[in-house]
C-alpha cells in the first residue's frame, strides 16, 4: 500500500510538471537555448510581457547568430556569470543601445526579481550610476545571477530565468579568474537561440551608440 500512494504521488508530480510546462506553452513565452562550446545546454524562459523591447534586442542578436563564439568574460562565484561583450574584454557592444526596462527607469511594470538564474542586461556605470546615459546603455551584453541579489532590485533589466542547467554554470563560475574576473580558461558560448513558437517580437527600437556595459 506504501509503494502504490508513493507512485501515485510521483505519478502525480509528473502530471503537475507537465501542466505547468503545458501552461509556458500556451503563453508562447520564447526560450533560449544557449550552448556551450562542449556541447552543454542552458535553457532559459523570456519574459515578453515584462520586458518586450529587451527581449526582442535578444532574440533579434540570438537567432542572427550574435552571440556566436562568445564568451562569459566575467565570473563571479556565487554572484554572477557576464557574457555577450564582442570583444571578450566587457567593452563591447552590437553598435548600438536600447533603453533600460527596469523600475529606477520609471518602466514599472518589470517586477522580475533578482534571484539565482535571472538573466538580466548589463549596462554601463553599474549601480552607482543614476544617469540616464547609464541606465539606457544596454545593447548585447548579459549576465545570469548565480545567487539571489536583492541589492539589484529594479536597477537592471531582467528578462528571463533559466530553466534547464543552473549546475552547469554555477560548476563553470568555480573557474579561476584572473584579476579582472575573466576565466582563465575560456568558457565559449557555441550559440545562442530563440524557439519563439511562431511569435513574432518585432524588431528591437534602438539608439545607435557604442557603449561599455558593466
Known amino acids: 500500500m506504501k509503494r502504490m500512494k508513493k507512485t501515485l504521488a510521483i505519478l502525480l508530480a509528473f502530471v503537475m510538471i507537465l501542466g505547468a510546462l503545458a501552461g509556458c506553452?500556451?503563453?508562447?513565452?520564447?526560450m533560449a537555448t544557449?550552448?556551450?562550446e562542449d556541447g552543454d545546454e542552458i535553457l532559459i524562459y523570456l519574459y515578453p510581457?515584462?520586458?518586450?523591447?529587451t527581449v526582442a534586442n535578444f532574440i533579434s542578436l540570438a537567432n542572427s547568430g550574435f552571440y556566436d563564439g562568445l564568451t562569459f568574460h566575467r565570473v563571479v562565484e556565487d554572484f554572477v556569470m557576464q557574457g555577450g561583450s564582442p570583444d571578450g574584454t566587457g567593452a563591447g557592444g552590437p553598435g548600438y543601445t536600447i533603453d533600460g526596462e527596469f523600475a529606477d527607469n520609471g518602466f514599472k511594470k518589470n517586477d522580475v526579481k533578482m534571484e539565482e538564474g535571472v538573466i538580466a542586461m548589463a549596462r554601463f556605470g553599474g549601480t552607482d550610476d543614476a544617469s540616464e546615459e547609464a541606465y539606457n546603455s544596454a545593447g548585447s551584453q548579459f549576465f545570469i545571477l548565480m545567487k539571489d541579489k536583492d541589492s539589484l532590485q529594479g536597477q537592471y533589466a531582467a528578462f528571463g530565468k533559466v530553466f534547464s542547467g543552473m549546475n552547469v554554470l554555477k560548476k563553470l563560475s568555480m573557474r579561476d579568474t584572473d584579476s579582472k574576473d575573466r576565466p582563465r580558461e575560456p568558457i565559449?558560448?557555441?550559440s545562442i537561440r530563440v524557439e519563439t513558437y511562431g511569435v513574432s517580437y518585432g524588431e528591437p527600437v534602438t539608439t545607435p551608440k557604442e557603449e561599455t556595459a558593466a
Do not use: E, H, Y
Open 25 to 30: 506553452g500556451d503563453k508562447k513565452n520564447p
Open 34 to 36: 544557449l550552448t556551450l
Open 49 to 53: 510581457d515584462k520586458a518586450p523591447n
Open 188 to 190: 565559449v558560448i557555441k
